[in-house]
């Protein structure tokens, strides 16, 4: 199993910036792919990046220019970095991470942007 540990989430003024790190841990070689979903009350939880093991990224349209995923392989984790950010960009944001046949998901972590 991996266990997946996401921080960096808070309350942030539009415009401003965040942070989101998300840390695999268990078994996570051979992890092909690692990103961040997001999800409001009442709505489907929705694709905001992925990246995979070749490096190759994947972006919402909405967020594509303002925010950026990286993966920092020594660590086992990846970071969304959120720039611009507007209300609404607010949000439960959850890691997620596939490995083999299996999709592991985090607790998430609120990110709330007021305007």
């Known amino acids: 199993q991996v266990q997946l540990a996401e921080s960096g989430g808070g309350l942030v003024q539009a415009g401003g910036s965040l942070r989101l790190s998300c840390t695999a841990s268990?078994?996570?070689?051979?992890?092909?792919?690692m990103g961040w979903h997001r999800q409001v009350p009442g709505k489907e939880r929705e694709l905001v990046a992925t990246?995979?093991?070749?490096?190759?990224?994947r972006y919402a349209e909405s967020v594509k220019g303002r925010f950026t995923l990286s993966r920092d392989n020594a660590k086992n984790t990846v970071y969304l970095q959120m720039n611009n950010l507007k209300p609404d960009d607010t949000a439960v944001y959850y890691c997620n991470a596939q490995r083999f046949a299996r999709v592991y998901w985090g607790q998430g972590t609120q990110v709330t942007v007021s305007s």
């Open positions: 990246i995979t093991d070749d490096g190759s990224t």
């Open positions: 268990g078994n996570f070689f051979n992890i092909a792919s």
